[in-house]
T-cell receptor, first 112, second 110 residues
Framework: DAGVIQSPRHEVTEMGQEVTLRCKPI?????LFWYRQTMMRGLELLIY????????DSGMPEDRFSAKMPNASFSTLKIQPSEPRDSAVYFC??????????FGPGTRLTVL | QQQVKQSPQSLIVQKGGISIINCAYE??????FPWYQQFPGKGPALLIA?????SEKKEGRFTISFNKSAKQFSLHIMDSQPGDSATYFC?????????FGAGTRLTVKP
């Protein structure tokens, strides 16, 4: 298996633009997590899905953030409109059950 | 809220030395304690994990020591190598709730 796949790896955009991050989890995994990593706040859980259903989105910072999982092999995290404080590395992770989480390589987002 | 406290923030060790990273947790419901290793430009990857029914787990040069009564656990890296230079995160979880420590940047000098 190729592991968790994320795209793009790097994204540079201007304030106010819409940003869409994509994730393909490991086949067969039933949980998908979106994390944000910054120097100040470390690894923060934004939202997670179980069998494509959003379970807990309490970590989503505000209404500008939204996430979807239309099927078992694809998820998106959208920021609209983006702001400079959204600059961070965004990780997608998947797991079978709730313990070991396999992280993707991350998307480094820079909002100018 | 910070439920897992990790120290030190950074650590420099000579090749062949022992690296020790400590973590403390608050929620006694946590029942799974993994350590993740992250290299620059990569996502965190599971290194070793322990459950609270044992006090120690060893895998190669990596050992987790667990003190349930003190609500503390630590990672020991024996014979540290330059290739171990990375950021290490401890975590604690209960079902779907996994909390990460702030991370320790380890540098092993040749």
């Amino acid at each position: 298996d190729a592991g968790v796949i994320q795209s793009p790896r790097h994204e540079v955009t201007e304030m106010g633009q819409e940003v869409t991050l994509r994730c393909k989890p490991i086949s067969g995994h039933d949980y998908l997590f979106w994390y944000r990593q910054t120097m100040m706040r470390g690894l923060e859980l934004l939202i997670y899905f179980n069998n494509n259903v959003p379970i807990d989105d309490s970590g989503m910072p505000e209404d500008r953030f939204s996430a979807k999982m239309p099927n078992a092999s694809f998820s998106t995290l959208k920021i609209q409109p983006s702001e400079p404080r959204d600059s961070a590395v965004y990780f997608c992770a998947s797991s079978f059950g709730t313990t070991v989480r396999f992280f993707g390589p991350g998307t480094r987002l820079t909002v100018l | 809220q910070q439920q897992v406290k990790q120290s030190p923030q950074s650590l420099i060790v000579q090749k062949g030395g022992i690296s020790i990273i400590n973590c403390a947790y608050e929620n006694t419901a946590f029942d799974y304690f993994p350590w993740y290793q992250q290299f620059p430009g990569k996502g965190p990857a599971l290194l070793i994990a322990i459950r609270p029914d044992v006090s120690e787990k060893k895998e190669g040069r990596f050992t987790i020591s667990f003190n349930k009564s003190a609500k503390q656990f630590s990672l020991h890296i024996m014979d540290s190598q330059p290739g171990d230079s990375a950021t290490y995160f401890c975590a604690a979880s209960y079902t779907n709730d996994m909390r990460f420590g702030a991370g320790t940047r380890l540098t092993v000098k040749p």
